[in-house]
Structures are given as structure tokens and as C-alpha cells.
């Protein structure tokens, strides 16, 4: 038996009462501590699994940038006079590799996604390149890859909606200002990568 109960039952009525009355405080104190905790406990939880759900991201987008080189080392191979088209792609992975966070890594990304249908469509005029095989497979891998991101990526949104959600609703709003407990940005672009590319202007 707890021993509050038991001196409760032991006292009487009106020392009972008063008892009562006294530990009224307290318990509201301490049930308003819990809350506390528990609120602040799931503040860090959403900020944490939208920080893994970033690296997730992150991740597929160092997967799909190693295809790259090599995409663009196999055209090249056959279509060596399209300088340009090769320059954009490597200028657009190097606005990628500068973006820092989900925002400003959208906006690169869909540049850098312009930039490789651009590079899909030269190669498109190259009959010989579409039957090499080494270009087929690359395409295959890099559609796998785009699956994974763009999964990566809605994963992602979801868990930033609930985490901006939780610090702007009340009361954990309170505790998103106290302890700095700052909103995430959406990555609402299309699949991307996230590794510089080094490419060869060469001629072979």
C-alpha cells in the first residue's frame, strides 16, 4: 500500500481533507513535469527521424551521382562534339554540390535533371550507343535509382510535415521557441544526385 494512501486512511476526516487539499499542488506539478517531458521528448523524436529520413536522401543521391561520370563518359564516347551539353551537366552537378539543405538543393536538382534529358536526348540520335550495352544498363540503374529517391523523398516530406507541424502547433510551439527547435525545408524537386562529376572534355 503506498504510504500516502495508508496515512491518508490512518488521519482523520478533516486532517484527511486537508491532506488532500495539500497534495492537490503537487500532483498538478508533477503531472504538468511528465507532460513537459513527454512533449519535449516527441519534439526530438520528429526532429530526429526527419534527419534520417534526410540522410535517406542523401544516400540515394550519392548512389545515382557515381552513374553519372560514367553516363556522361559513355556518350561522350560517341557523340564527342557535344561539348555543350556535357558543360551544362557538369555546371549544373556543381550548383548541387554548393546547395546547402533540402530548399536550395531543389532548385539545383531540377536544373541538374534539365541538364541530363538534355544529355538523354543527344543520345537518342546515336542508334549505335542505344543498343550498347553498357548504355543499358546505366539507364536501368539510374531509373532504379530515381525510384528510390523519389521514395526517399516523399518519406522525407512526411516526416518534415509532421516535425513543422508538431513546433508550430500548440503548446509545442512554446517549447519550439524555448529551445530552438527550428521548421525544415521540403525537398520538393525531382530525383537528383549529390556528388561532384568530374567530366573529361578530352577528345578520344
Known amino acids: 500500500m503506498p504510504i500516502a494512501l495508508f496515512l491518508l486512511q490512518a488521519a482523520p476526516a478533516g486532517k484527511t481533507s486537508a491532506a488532500l487539499a495539500a497534495m492537490i499542488p503537487i500532483i498538478l506539478t508533477a503531472l504538468a513535469v511528465l507532460f513537459?517531458?513527454?512533449?519535449?521528448?516527441?519534439?526530438?523524436?520528429?526532429r530526429v527521424r526527419t534527419r534520417e529520413a534526410w540522410s535517406g536522401i542523401d544516400v540515394q543521391l550519392k548512389r545515382r551521382a557515381s552513374l553519372i561520370p560514367n553516363l556522361v563518359q559513355t556518350v561522350r564516347g560517341y557523340a564527342t562534339h557535344e561539348h555543350e551539353v556535357f558543360a551544362e551537366v557538369a555546371q549544373a552537378r556543381g550548383?548541387?554540390?554548393?546547395?546547402?539543405?533540402?530548399?536550395?538543393?531543389?532548385a539545383a536538382d531540377g536544373f541538374l535533371t534539365q541538364a541530363l534529358g538534355r544529355l538523354m536526348a543527344v543520345a537518342e540520335n546515336y542508334p549505335a550507343l542505344q543498343a550498347a550495352g553498357n548504355f543499358s544498363q546505366l539507364q536501368t540503374e539510374l531509373?532504379?535509382?530515381?525510384?528510390?529517391?523519389?521514395?526517399?523523398?516523399?518519406?522525407?516530406?512526411?516526416?518534415?510535415?509532421?516535425?513543422?507541424?508538431?513546433?508550430?502547433?500548440?503548446?509545442?510551439?512554446v517549447f519550439a521557441g524555448m529551445f530552438r527547435f527550428e521548421p525544415v525545408a521540403f525537398f520538393t524537386a525531382e530525383p537528383s544526385v549529390n556528388e561532384d562529376i568530374q567530366v573529361s572534355f578530352a577528345k578520344v
Not at 554548393?98 to 530548399?103: N, Q, S, T
Request: proline letters at 4%.
Open 36 to 46: 513537459a517531458i513527454s512533449l519535449y521528448n516527441g519534439l526530438v523524436r520528429a
Open 95 to 106: 550548383a548541387l554540390a554548393k546547395a546547402a539543405g533540402p530548399a536550395a538543393a531543389a
Open 143 to 173: 531509373a532504379d535509382t530515381e525510384e528510390k529517391v523519389a521514395y526517399a523523398r516523399q518519406f522525407y516530406n512526411q516526416n518534415a510535415l509532421n516535425y513543422n507541424t508538431r513546433i508550430q502547433s500548440f503548446p509545442g510551439n
